[in-house]
């Protein structure tokens, strides 16, 4: 049996036991982004409208992706490109100040669009397939038409900036609807009256991955079957005293820095962001 027998290079190429044809995705092309989407119109729930009307002073907050909707379309005259249309959508949370010494929460929706276009070769095969039910009859796939498929990848944005603006500006696009799932992740209705005077924008910064992936068989070597090399850990907890222990003594915490640097990653900018609005 051969030795290597976990993923990573391959420098030995006599303990190659055989070659196996796999079906599998192949990713065609792929990109990523920085965008940096300001003045997303931010719809708030009927009790963040009340008190957004009694605000002061709107900061920054926290910002969660909820879901990205994808839709795939073949470009005009240029054969396997395709256009990849993307909804993100949004779930905010503004740091509202209405006089109290401690802000309250407001939180609400946001919506941004984007496209880009990519390589996804072409396929003119149908696609048939079946699901096996034992004792009964196959149950038949629906027929799919040979096209890519778009991944997007995402992590939570950063709010970088909130504003206050009395009429609408450039990139303020009405909703008429949102899914029924969407509407669901918030704690109550959300307003999409464009009738109040006061509007209220986000600036977020998104990073993003995407790609073109197609259904493909590749033939590949195998070096034998992938056996786990690690134990399954055990419900039982370690001693919390014990974990202390091994925490390191915060002194940074006891003797403020003279300096604080500007955060340069994403982790430290989004608590950067976070905290000071």
Known sequence: MPENVMPGPVSDLENIRESV???TRKIFDSCRDKDCVEDLRFYPTAEARDILNASQMVKGGTAELLYVYTDVEPVTFNRGFYSIDMRFFYRVTLQVYTGAPRYTEAEGLCV????????GSEGNAKIFSSDTVLEELDIPGAMRSNLPVAVVEAVDPIVLDTRIADHSIGTDVP???IPAFIAQSFSGELVFDNTDERRYYV????FSLVRLERDTQLLIPVYDYCIPQTDCPSNDQEDPCGLFRSVAFPVSEFFPP???DTPTDY????NYCACHG
């Open 203 to 206: 600036t977020l910064g998104q």
């Open 267 to 270: 982790t430290s900018a989004r």
């Open 21 to 23: 044809c796999i079906h």
């Open 258 to 260: 003279n300096t604080v």
């Open 175 to 177: 909703l008429t609807e």
């Open 112 to 119: 941004f669009d984007k496209r880009c276009i990519l390589f």
